[in-house]
């Protein structure tokens, strides 16, 4: 079915995405390209100062991104901006910017696709134009993102709007699926697996927020790093250990542990029940508190956050399509 496929297209793009996106913050490049939808100035980004036209460029944007990082508004010129030209966090940008392309095509002709398919129920063409709007949605807060030179906030708010969009499009991918569900569960071991799925993923939506804030500070540190009050990056972990943020999030993440764990335990223990999701699950959960133990205790290597971010979509997607198999199920009365 061409709605099931696109919807699978579009979430592996989605997830591909996060993962650009994380290398976009952990190399410092959120600003390689100061403007939008330019990149200075340009449709296709320079390689060189020397291609730059600095005419072109909103000199008062630049001097409102310096006081953000504690430098002097006043010492920004036209110069000083030329001399802060990166060509590789320029391009890093640019190609996160680029890998936006198959996911806003692929929920284009999603939308289209399941509105024109008249055998399409109606929560399949509801979800498909939501995802589409989202993409749109974040499109826009990726341009107030640049415009806002990395507000915090804002970041938070963008990530939290891939979370939503990935829910819909496991939704889709399910709700399309030709096999039919015909299986049958005892009623009361059928709402033990629900109910703590559910708090499961509320946790992991919880836990990916404020995830999501403690990257907005670490990009706090990345921005005055190189000022004459800032922390060298390996004394990040310090920093950030030290914030209540940071305490709250590797507590809370125990929650996730056990939750996960009770799943792989109940399913594993009654072989009827399918374990591919829940051993998944556990198996996620168990390789990111290994992550955020080397993030927190050891140091703040780029390659482990930006594993840690993207497993993060990852974890999301099996555990929604987990539940809506869950869902699917007929529950009867029986033994727990």
């Known amino acids: 079915m061409i709605v099931h496929r696109l919807a699978w297209i579009a979430l592996v793009s989605l997830i591909g995405l996060v993962f650009a996106g994380a290398i976009v913050r952990v190399t410092g490049s959120g600003l390689g390209c100061p403007d939008w939808p330019t990149c200075w100035g340009c449709l296709i980004p320079p390689t060189s100062v020397a291609q730059i036209d600095v005419e072109k460029l909103d000199l008062e944007k630049f001097k409102t991104q310096a006081a953000r990082k504690g430098i002097d508004p006043a010492t920004i010129t036209r110069e000083t901006i030329l001399d802060s030209f990166n060509p590789v966090q320029t391009w890093i940008e640019f190609i996160n910017r680029l890998a936006t392309l198959p ?45 806002s030179g990395l507000q915090p906030g804002i970041i938070t708010l963008h990530m939290a709007l891939a979370f939503l969009l990935i829910v819909a499009l496991v939704s889709i991918i399910w709700l399309s699926r030709t096999e039919a569900t015909n299986r049958i569960a005892p009623v009361s071991q059928h709402q033990r697996l629900k109910i703590v799925s559910f708090v499961f993923l509320v946790c992991l939506f919880g836990e990916g927020l404020v995830g999501s804030q403690l990257r907005e500070q670490t ?44 799943l792989w335990f109940w399913t594993k223990r009654d072989r009827e029940w399918p374990v591919a999701e829940p051993t998944l699950i556990f198996a996620l959960v168990v390789a990111m508190m290994l992550m955020g133990i080397v993030l927190g205790h050891i140091a703040i290597y780029p390659v482990v956050q930006v594993l840690h971010v993207g497993l993060t979509a990852v974890l999301l997607a099996v555990t929604w399509h987990w539940i809506m198999r869950l869902w699917s199920l007929k529950s009867i009365a029986g033994p727990a």
Do not use: P, Q, Y
């Not at 996911?103 to 129920?121: D, E, P, V, W």
């Not at 800032?230 to 939750?259: D, I, N, P, Q």
């Open 219 to 262: 990009d706090e540190l990345a921005l005055t790093a190189e000022t004459e009050h800032g922390v060298e990056r390996e004394k990040w972990g310090e920093e950030l250990a030290a914030t209540l943020v940071f305490k709250f999030h590797r507590s809370f993440s125990w929650s996730l542990l056990l939750t996960s764990g009770l």
């Open 103 to 147: 996911l806003g095509l692929a929920t284009l002709l999603l939308a289209l696709s399941s509105c024109r398919a008249k055998r399409n129920r109606a929560w399949i063409v509801g979800l498909s134009i939501f995802s589409l709007l989202d993409v749109l949605a974040n499109a826009v807060m990726g341009a107030i993102v640049v415009r």
